[in-house]
Structures are given as C-alpha cells and as structure tokens.
C-alpha cells in the first residue's frame, strides 16, 4: 500500500460531539501512544466538531496543530478500492484506446488534459460504434486526425515528407483500380491507399493527393520520391496489406471526436457510498470517473469496488455513547474505546479493547498506559495530558478527582515544565472568555446528548473561574436554549455555569416540566429560571446520575 493509501486507512482516534479539552488531547496523545507502540498502523487524531475556546488556547500554547475534523464517518468514496486507470490523451487513436481497452480489462477510458483535469470519456461501445460507422471517406478529415495517428496504427514508417503538427485534410481513396479510374477519384490534398504498382503511385501524384501510403513494404523508387518531394506529398510505408490498411485506418481517428463530454458523471474522494450506489443503480455506465481534492482525475470505480468497501477503522475516546458519537458510527468499525464515563448504549460488531476506569479524566487513563508501557512522554503531550485533567477535574475541585488524577497532573507538569497552579489559572480564564462568540458556539462548547428510556436530554456545561465571564456566559446563552431544545428534538435541556473558585454551579433550563424536575431532583428552588446548586461542579458524578434517576422514576 503506497503512503497516500496508508494516510487515508489509518486508524482515526476521535472523541465526541461538540469536543472538551480531554476529547481532543486524549485522541493526540493516545494517537502517538499507538503510533510509537506499533508504527506499521498509523492512528491519527481527529475531532468531532469544533474546538471551544480553551482547548484553543492549550493547542496554541504547547504548539500543537487541531486534530483533522471529521463530523461524519460514514464511508464514502475514498474507502473503496479506487482502480487507478491512468488518463489517456485525446489524440489517442480509437484501435490504440480499444488495446488499452483490451489489455487492461477495461470498458471505459478517461480522457484528460495535460494537468490531469477530466476531458471526457469514451466506452469500449462507443470504440465499436465509430468503428461500424467508420464507412464515410472524409471521416478522419472530420475528426481533425494527426499523421501520427495514421503512421501509429499502421506501424508505418515516413519515407517522404514531415508530419509533424500535421492533420488529414482529405478523403481517404483506396487506389485499386487502373491509374486512369484512381485519377478520376482523387482530389487534392486526398489519402490514397496504393500498392507496388508505380502507375497507381504516379497518378495519385499528378492529381496532388496529400499522402499515399504504400503498402505490403512495396518499394519506392527514387524517381518517385523526388515527385513526391517536389509535390510537397507525404509517403507513408507499411507492412500491412491493401486490404487490411484500408479496413485499419478509420480506427486512426482521434477519441476525443467520439469520447463523451460535457455533464459527465463523476465522483469526488468524498462522495457518500449511499450516493454512489444510487446514481450507479440510475445508469448502465459500468465505470466511473473519480476526482481527487484539487479537481483532479484520480481513477474510477464500478460497482464491484463498492462491493469492497473499507470501513473506517475508529478509536473512540472520552465517550462510549452513541448519542455523543460522530454521525456515521454504525457504519464505522470501532477497536477500541477508551473512557471514564458511565457505560452506555453502543453496540460492535465485534469483540473490542475497551478501557473503562472510574477517574476524573481520560488523559489519566492515557498517561497510566504511557507509563505501563514505559513510553516517554514529551513535554508537548505531558502538557495536554494535563490540561485535559485539570479542565475535567476542575483543578481537582471535582468530586469526580481521584488521587491517581491528582497524582498524574503533578507529574506531566513537571514533565511539561509549567508551574501547575498558574497554568491552571490561566487556561480557565482564556476559556471562560465569550466575548465575540454567538450563542450557539458558547452553548456547543462542552455539550452532550443522553438517554434514559424514552427521554432525551441535553447538558452542557462552562467552567469560569471570574464571575464576570460566568454571568456574560449566562446572558448569550439562557436565551438560546429554548431555540436548541426545538431544533434537537429534545425533551430537557440543561446547562450548568460552574463557578470553580467556589464549587458551585447555576444552571438553567429548557423544557415542559424541566423546573419541576430540577426543583424535585437538587430539593432547590427555581428563581427566574435558574438553580443554584452549591457544590454541584460535576456534570458526570453529580448531575447526570440525578437526573437520570428522577426521570426514571417519573417514568414509573
């Protein structure tokens, strides 16, 4: 498999929707992690959606370029076996298009130009359509034909005259009868099939034929030659017979004259295989054309390669929800999943390795297998590992923290060489900042869908460390919410403003009866829409749980 090939087969390692610090850093450094344990199968990171403000700034600051985005997994064109059938040139002659046909297998021929850009197309039928309609004598006139084509297919050789550039301007004329009836036929400028007879060569010189071709490798005397010259007339010799030169030249025609053009069908490296399928089942074409990123010809593919579709292999990190996973999952192959959250509903087709354990954040699981398998770790990977715990810890304000999640943050800050606390400080507030940002990109910073039955909830979470960013946060988004739980479909949708320096959490709601369930669940009051809940600072460990179990029993 070329390089280009292995590059499009990797394995992707892909966190969930709407991407937190620890989705995006967990799939880069468990990416390296499996590239350094096994090189021959490249894994490369990649994320879900679009990066929210803080996983900016630690990308920015340890100078580590975003993961390639993917918000759909579902196979498309690139994941099948493209058959790379170079691109032929439209001057290519129709007998050479139909041994290129026949020797690669191949019913269809695609014509480019001198970038790669695609010209046309032309099918082993329309080969045989301009072969059995190949009975006009100006037809290689019509079709603009090179010399080159004709000395290519005779396997001929030029005895008089330069071909170079040079075009059919005539009839084709199979000189075969006496000298006075070929004098009767030709015009000037006219191709004359002759043999060995010195009359027949003599009378299509004197009536200005623009070439005669000689065949069966008849001599040609010298006399004759210098008229020829002299006329300004090209001499053409070949091996083959009359009879076969004159069956063999209308197959001389250039493909560009009888290929397909205009609106053509083709496929593009990221055209859906759902889409491909459909448009195949449309037509009888059995080839297609595919382009690459740039526009470019690339190669085709027919429904057989369809047949063999490659999946994309994936690596699921920080969740283990289909509600949360990338669109297309059930159409991807998972290998893996790497995760601290609860257990969710998501099936495989097949046995995986999956590595659940009850800490703060996926990044320690990450780091705990660096160390099992005694990889070093850089400073660039050390300090995303540890901006990922201390985003999903809070700084270890979380009561999802545990020790090893403590412990592991204090090693990778010294392997990234920061001063803990002050890096902490500063990357909360970089990512607490909302100035400029819609609501939309605010509320899709750190959101995610679950399921309890038959209800299904949204809740999103910020984390500010100034009260200042907290309420601005609050102002853009309160009023969107209403809008997000109608365009998601959903039943309730919370969003939980945490203030960390304080451990504790304002959340608002959307959603019939979403008042009445917070109120029943926390045992708060609701003012104005909001709930204060002292320290509630975990939307994994304090919110989700609740939450579940009061809809469950309000399902009883």
Request: charged share 25%; proline share 4%.
């Amino acid at each position: 498999m070329n390089t280009q090939a292995r590059a499009r087969r990797a394995i992707k390692v892909i966190g969930h929707r709407n991407p937190d610090t620890d989705s995006i850093c967990s799939a880069i450094a468990y990416s390296r992690l499996k590239n350094i344990l096994n090189p021959n199968q490249p894994c490369k990171p990649c994320r879900a959606g679009l990066l929210n403000r803080e996983t900016e700034f630690v990308l920015d600051y340890f100078k580590v370029p975003q993961p390639q985005l993917y918000t759909d997994v579902s196979p498309h064109i690139r994941d099948v076996d493209i058959r790379p059938a170079k691109g032929v040139d439209g001057e290519m002659s129709l007998r050479r298009a139909w041994m290129t046909m026949r020797d690669q297998e191949l019913d269809t021929l695609c014509v480019v130009d001198g970038e790669g850009a695609l010209q046309g197309v032309i099918t082993v039928k329309d080969v045989a359509t301009a072969n059995m309609d190949g009975m006009d004598p100006h037809a290689l006139e019509i079709a603009k034909t090179s010399y080159q084509n004709l000395i290519d297919i005779l396997d001929g050789s030029v005895l008089v005259g330069d071909v170079t550039d040079k075009i059919v301007e005539g009839r084709i004329i199979i000189g075969s009868g006496s000298a006075e009836q070929i004098e009767k036929s030709i015009s000037p400028g006219d191709v004359v099939v002759v043999s060995n007879r010195a009359e027949s060569q003599l009378a299509a010189l004197e009536m200005d034929a623009g070439c005669i071709i000689v065949c069966a490798s008849s001599r040609v005397s010298r006399t004759m030659q210098m008229l020829a010259e002299e006329k300004g007339c090209i001499v053409i010799t070949t091996q083959n017979s009359t009879y076969v030169t004159g069956q063999m030249l209308s197959q001389a025609a250039p493909i560009r004259h009888y290929m397909t053009k205009g609106k053509l069908l083709t496929f593009t490296l990221h055209t859906p295989v759902e889409e491909a399928t459909r448009v195949m089942a449309s037509v009888r074409f059995r080839y297609f054309p595919v382009l690459d990123d740039d526009g470019k010809y690339t190669g085709v593919v027919s429904r057989r390669n369809l047949l063999n579709l490659h999946k994309k292999q994936l690596i699921l990190v920080d969740h283990n929800e289909k509600s949360q996973a990338v669109e297309g999952i059930d159409e991807a192959e998972v290998l893996e999943i790497i995760d601290h959250h609860r257990i969710g509903a998501l099936e495989t087709d097949s046995p995986v390795y999956f590595r659940n354990v009850p800490v703060g954040c996926t990044c320690t699981i990450v780091y705990q297998m660096y160390r099992e398998n005694e990889v070093e770790i850089d400073s660039a990977t050390a300090g995303l590992m540890l901006s990922a715990i201390l985003s999903d810890t809070l700084m270890f304000r979380s009561p999802t923290c545990t020790p090893a999640d403590e412990r592991a943050a204090r090693a990778l800050a010294e392997l990234a060489g920061v001063n803990l606390e002050e890096y902490a400080d500063t990357m909360f507030e970089h990512g607490g900042d909302v100035s400029g940002k819609t609501a939309e990109a605010v509320f899709n910073g750190d959101y995610k869908i679950f399921t309890s039955g038959d209800v299904r909830f949204g809740v999103g979470q910020g984390s500010y460390m100034t009260e200042k960013n907290r309420k601005a946060a609050q102002a853009l988004v309160g009023p969107y919410l209403p809008e997000a739980l109608d365009k998601q479909g959903l039943d309730y949708i919370f969003y939980m403003f945490t203030d960390v320096r304080n451990s504790s959490t304002e959340l608002l709601m959307a959603g019939a009866g979403a008042e009445e369930l917070i109120s029943k669940t926390f045992q708060t009051e609701i003012v104005k829409g909001v709930a204060v809940l002292p320290g509630v600072v975990s939307r994994k460990k304090q919110m989700i749980p609740k939450l579940i179990t009061a809809i469950k029993q309000e399902e009883e």
